[in-house]
């Protein structure tokens, strides 16, 4: 329960220790408090709500067992100066006795656009005793109403789609410039600079949207490039997805400036964007296409090369006029929402490591490993107007047939899977000059430069990783290097295809949003447990329902438009995300925001119900069951198999949309038809596909049988008999990972929550023959690929195919599953026998959760970490009497209680940290 202490009422303890003329010194605290966020976010500026969310977390000093906020207060300011001295004008809860530290809203009065707001949190112990104030964070609104913006969208007035454009624009600032925010919103790419300098070191922004329906603005705090007197306001413009096939006939190329200020004496200034603004094309534009198997690159003209353009004393009187334009083609708004999500940056250097020249006049460059992002090249011994092509490749040298559409460049005898990523410098003739990349990227490994008059320096060949992925929250290891080398491998991979703000399933030829790699186990194996990514999964789910139709299909990727190669897993995904995000982050904001789209959606395939069943409701390669399972085998949609896996997802979605329901308090009559509708399907499922004398469903594989225990379509008579029949397929016809990337998440959820299954497993996962993930480890994948095919001349060799494995590590081996709306972690450790070790951390809304266990030579001891805010269920395997805790007996330990259960005992322990041993002898590999 929570309740608020108005400060004009008597005092409580709380507020008579918080008040308190001398506070303890700070060897006394026993608490204090962190990593305030606002809004999922760090110091979010440009936020587009009235009443954010506010979190933090609290530090256990004393590692005091049953340690815990009792009381909180939190205030607002609308400066830094007001709140260090505690002068909260604009918002102080008072002290509000309540343990919630994660996501507490803003209790004050309306707060305005372009608002700048400064906040810090105290709180109280489990005896009532305070810590010191927290550091300050800061928050500012953005432009909440239509009626807030009040510039023109511009373009060049004759440029062409691929050309990159310079605006500019001169600010007067009659005074010393103090709070200032510029606000940009881009139908494309944009980089702003004031006085000749970037704004901020974010690329490629704003983040991908579905550009014919809402445009994301970003937020810049420019007052420390500001100058008294006459600034210098200029934006660097590139189209992006404006050239892409489906949106070219529905947007323009815009951009859209406001910028709002005040002096150090309260003198408000600003500026929009308004015909007034010069711009010229630049001396960089996009080469080639930006469309699927064509994403292009980038052509720089170091003949027309200026450096100067965007600083003050630049002469623009040469240049033309911006042109007022609507950002959509058709006569309707476009939404301008504030991105409150990762902004893509440079997040690794990547140097050559080598340079060779077996084809002549070819010099292939080999950046060591696969990355997303651009490309930094030096140039010697060029003369003006000579040409430099550079292609970018993920092997060394493919030949394929004639009929292979990668197929896009040819060198000599061979051809280069270059997926059409070529990049152009004209030479200006001078030692040093440079191509980068700025408004397109590429993936790849391979550097391969025609046109150059001499061999390239390693020195002078630079790559720049790039990612929109948010910063990393969990750690693992063990004793085995394969596991430590393929969970890496599983993060890195999703920074790679992490770009733009969207994971996309591969960065080089296709970058689209798909529902099966970029939600499922991507979302609870690997984003949500190893990534902080609160605010980015909820840009996503709006994503998905911006691409559903009046209808309420919901287009297979998301957010941009394709009409290629789905299935019903692709409009399930925002119920999905939902619904995991839920249990990270136990927001029910989210599920109030999915569930009219989830009703929508599973009225659209109810209206393809015959018989109960589901039946084929679109073309164009839609219906698809599992996907690059090996072989690789494709499942297409004309298939039995794929009829079955799509109303196995059939079911999974409406049972999420039933507990989407219950949790956000709809009402029984909500959901009574959705499961009835469910029930018949679970046994029309099994009355069709269950085979009695296999003791399987269907075809027996390890997709469809997870996917029917899973979807619940198994009889509680039958479960342990089809469980039985999975574990013989893994040890019998198929020892190795038979799944492909649509069957994931069923598959991981049931071998996670099986403990009999985890030998099984480890098995299989510890191989490093094909097919598998040991298998891209030995054959030095850095990331993974398409296919389990690495050699397949159709494999991207960075993609989201098989993303998630982190999961097995996380909430297997280490057995840490969160239920943040319960405010309780599960940790259910689980020892295999070639592992002598396992150690790892995951970051919750209230802390870090560490799980490890060591085999040691008279048992095995657990290390536990439970965050102050959360209570812990701990399973261990073996019966209490077998257990101690630091050294005593777990009836003499504090902070717990315990119950056997079928030869386990669950352990209920408060936050704190905890060593159990089971005492027997463990043989240590």
């Known amino acids: 329960m929570k309740r608020s202490l108005s400060l004009s009422k008597p005092l409580s303890a709380f507020v008579l220790i918080a008040l308190s003329i001398a506070l303890p010194s700070c060897s006394n605290y026993t608490v204090s408090v962190s990593d305030l966020t606002c809004e999922y976010l760090i110091n979010s500026l440009g936020i587009d709500t009235e009443t954010p969310h506010f979190s933090w977390k609290i530090e256990n000093h004393q590692s005091t067992r049953g340690q815990k906020q009792t009381a909180y207060r939190l205030l607002v300011a609308s400066s830094s100066d007001k709140l260090k001295n505690n002068v909260a004008d604009?918002?102080?809860?008072?002290?509000?006795?309540?343990?919630?530290?994660?996501?507490?809203?803003?209790?004050?009065?309306?707060?305005?656009?372009?608002?700048?707001?400064?906040?810090?949190?105290?709180?109280?112990?489990?005896?009532?005793?305070?810590?010191?104030?927290?550091?300050q964070a800061r928050f500012s609104v953005g432009l909440l109403n239509v009626s807030d913006w009040q510039g023109e969208w511009l373009k060049h007035p004759t440029a062409m789609p691929e050309r990159h454009i310079w605006f500019r624009k001169t600010l007067t600032v009659n005074g010393k410039p103090s709070t200032t925010f510029a606000y940009v919103a881009s139908q494309g790419y944009h980089e702003l600079y004031i006085n000749g300098k970037k704004a901020d070191e974010r690329v490629l922004a704003p983040a991908c949207s579905r550009n014919d329906r809402r445009v994301l603005y970003v937020t810049y705090d420019i007052e420390p490039l500001l100058e008294k007197g006459e600034n210098t306001i200029a934006l660097w413009y590139g189209p992006g997805w404006t050239r892409n096939n489906y949106f070219a006939s529905r947007v323009n190329q815009a951009v859209l400036v406001q910028i709002d200020g005040k002096t150090k004496l309260g003198e408000q200034f600003e500026l929009h964007s308004d015909t007034t603004w010069k711009c010229a094309e630049s001396y960089s534009s996009n080469a080639g296409g930006f469309n699927f198997m064509d994403m292009g690159g980038e052509m720089v003209d170091g003949t027309q090369y200026n450096e100067d353009w965007n600083k003050s004393d630049f002469d623009d009187n040469e240049w033309l006029n911006a042109v007022s334009i609507s950002p959509l083609k058709r006569e309707s708004e476009i939404v301008l929402s504030a991105q409150m999500t990762d902004a893509s940056y440079i997040t690794k250097i990547v140097q050559a490591k080598s340079v060779s020249d077996t084809v002549p006049d070819v010099y292939r460059v080999d950046m060591g490993e696969h990355f997303t992002g651009y490309l930094n090249s030096k140039f010697y011994g060029l003369q003006y107007g000579d040409t430099v092509v550079i292609t970018i490749s993920e092997k060394v040298y493919a030949t394929f047939n004639g009929k292979d559409m990668h197929a896009s460049g040819i060198i000599g005898d061979n051809t280069v899977e270059d997926h059409r990523q070529k990049q152009i410098y004209i030479a200006r003739g001078e030692d040093g000059e440079t191509f980068r990349n700025r408004f397109n990227f590429f993936s790849g490994r391979y550097v391969h430069f025609t046109g150059l008059r001499k061999a390239p320096a390693i020195e002078d060949i630079t790559g720049y990783a790039i990612s929109s992925a948010p910063s990393r929250t969990a750690t693992f290891e063990c004793s085995d290097s394969l596991y430590n080398k393929i969970f890496e491998a599983d993060l890195h991979t999703f920074e790679m295809?992490?770009?733009?703000?969207?994971?996309?399933?591969?960065?080089?030829?296709?970058?689209?949003?798909?529902?099966?790699?970029?939600?499922?186990?991507?979302?609870w194996g690997l984003g949500l447990p190893c990534f902080e990514s609160g605010a980015y999964y909820v840009k996503n789910v709006r994503d998905w329902a911006d691409v559903q139709r009046e209808d309420g299909f919901i287009n297979n990727v998301a957010p941009q438009i394709s009409i290629m190669y789905g299935c019903a897993l692709n409009g399930t995904s925002n119920m999905n995300i939902a619904w995991e995000h839920f249990f990270k982050y136990g927001d029910k904001r989210i599920l109030e925001t999915v569930q009219p789209v989830g009703k929508r959606w599973l009225e659209f395939l109810n209206s393809y119900v015959k018989d109960g069943m589901l039946t084929r409701y679109a073309e164009h390669g839609y219906f698809l069951g599992d996907w690059v399972s090996p072989g690789p085998v494709f499942e297409y949609a004309e298939t039995e198999e794929a009829l079955y896996f799509n109303n196995c997802v059939y079911a999974m979605a409406l049972d999420f949309y039933i507990d989407i329901c219950k949790t956000i308090g709809k009402e029984e009559s909500e959901t009574a038809v959705y499961q009835g509708r469910l029930d018949t399907l679970r046994q029309r499922l099994h009355e069709t596909y269950y085979r009695p004398k296999l003791g399987c469903y269907l075809n027996g594989d390890q997709v469809r049988t997870t996917c029917a225990l899973y979807a619940g379509i198994v009889p509680d008579n039958l479960r342990q008999s089809v469980l039985q029949h999975l574990a013989n397929d893994f040890q019998g016809e198929h020892p190795y990972i038979n799944v492909g990337s649509f069957g994931r998440y069923p598959f991981y959820k049931t071998i996670i929550a099986e403990n009999s299954f985890y030998e099984i497993f480890d098995n299989i996962l510890s191989k490093t023959s094909y097919p598998g993930y040991g298998y891209f480890i030995a054959n030095g994948c850095n990331v993974f690929p398409e296919t389990w095919e690495i050699a397949n001349s159709n494999c991207a060799q960075t993609h989201t195919s098989y993303l998630g494995i982190s999961g097995w590590f996380i909430k297997g081996l280490a057995g840490i599953r969160l239920e943040s709306q319960n405010c309780r972690v599960n940790i259910i450790p689980n020892v295999v026998e070639h592992l002598s070790f396992v150690r790892a951390e995951s970051e919750t809304p209230y802390g870090k959760v560490k799980s490890s266990w060591q085999k040691e030579s008279d048992g095995t001891g657990y290390e536990i970490n439970i965050p102050v805010g959360l209570s812990a269920s701990i399973t261990l395997p073996a019966s209490a009497g077998q257990i101690t805790e630091t050294g005593k007996p777990l009836a003499e330990s504090e902070?717990?209680?315990?119950?056997?259960?079928?030869?386990?005992?669950?352990?209920?322990a408060v936050s704190g940290r905890y060593n159990f041993k089971i005492k027997q002898f463990v043989p240590v590999p």
Request: one cysteine or more.
């Open 895 to 908: 902070g717990m209680t315990f119950v056997e259960v079928d030869g386990n005992t669950v352990i209920t």
């Open 497 to 523: 295809c992490h770009t733009e703000g969207v994971i996309v399933d591969c960065p080089n030829r296709e970058r689209l949003g798909y529902g099966p790699e970029g939600a499922y186990q991507t979302t």
């Open 90 to 135: 604009v918002w102080d809860s008072g002290v509000v006795e309540s343990e919630q530290s994660h996501l507490v809203p803003f209790g004050g009065g309306k707060l305005s656009s372009c608002g700048d707001y400064y906040w810090k949190v105290q709180v109280f112990d489990k005896d009532g005793k305070p810590s010191t104030f927290s550091c």
